[in-house]
């Protein structure tokens, strides 16, 4: 039987401050080498979706035009596309056209104001009440909730490292901590 091992890297352990302080200038200095690389990256991927924005634009726009052609075409001969009426969809060699209607749907404004007109009015059907849990009450009084079956606080620590003059930080995660 033959026995494979996994090479892992070598990590750098600090003696010292000061060897320590060298790590987090390196963390640094190779952070900033990303953001150039990411920066540039974004830079060229910015230029290529203007580019194809304004090709694609060209083309929607031939589309609309299209599509405002046929409608107006559709319009006219409405009559003699659809049987008078008999039919919605007209089907063509290459695709078809139609004419649909959407379903009903509701807008309100003044929200509040429609509520207390519904209530005064007796239109309590209208008026939905939604439950649901208070998260931020339970981490409150987390005592009154310990032992209830669906019910978990959990809260994680994390070691960061935070190199001057870079505005990120390096965080690792290190272990669940259960309440």
Known sequence: M???????NVVVVPKNQ????KLVTSIGVNQRKIEVINQRVNQRIEKIKAEAAEKAGLISDEINEDVEG?????EAHRDDLTNSGKTKTVKLPNGELSWRTTPPSVSVRGIQ?????????GLSQFIRIKKEVDKE???????LVKGIK???ISQKEEFVVKPS???VEIVKKLRKKKK
């Open 2 to 8: 033959v026995k494979t091992s996994v090479k892992k």
């Open 18 to 21: 000061n060897e320590a302080n």
């Open 70 to 74: 046929l409608f107006a075409y559709a």
């Open 113 to 121: 104001a429609t509520i207390e007109i519904f209530e005064k009015l």
């Open 137 to 143: 009450a339970i981490l409150r009084e987390r005592v």
């Open 150 to 152: 669906g019910i978990a």
């Open 165 to 167: 003059e870079v505005d």
